[in-house]
């Protein structure tokens, strides 16, 4: 099994950055690929970004070109950034690993493994 927990969600301005962090452990050695998703509560979960040691870094649309998705091998940790918040970035983010490495159309695809979750308010 692997687990994974999120840290640095809270309230961020608006403008300003958002910075996640995600931390596996358990057997990590199954895991390829490492995602960002968000869900605001009564809509559909979005995909933020996908990684895997094959390809370049995929990104959402709606925060492609803000966005920076780093995977540590070394310490298990997946970091997000998203930079120029806007009041739509505000959502649950959870971080989800894959035993498989990112499917063209990752961001509807069910990943193996998910975090609880983390918070993040937009303040405006």
């Known amino acids: 099994q692997v687990q994974l927990v999120e840290s640095g969600g809270g309230s961020v301005q608006a403008g300003g950055s958002l910075r996640l962090t995600c931390e596996a452990s358990?057997?990590?050695?199954?895991?390829?690929?490492m995602s960002w998703f968000r869900q605001v509560p009564g809509k559909e979960r979005e995909g933020v970004g996908c990684t895997d040691p094959y390809e370049s870094t995929k990104y959402g649309n709606n925060v492609k070109g803000r966005t920076t998705i780093v995977k540590d091998s070394w310490k298990n940790t997946l970091s997000l950034q998203i930079d120029n918040l806007k009041p739509e970035d505000a959502a649950v983010y959870y971080c989800a690993a894959d035993r498989a490495s990112c499917r063209r159309y990752w961001y509807e695809y069910e990943m193996d493994y998910w975090g609880q979750g983390t918070l993040v308010s937009i303040l405006s």
């Open positions: 358990g057997d990590t050695g199954y895991i390829v690929s």
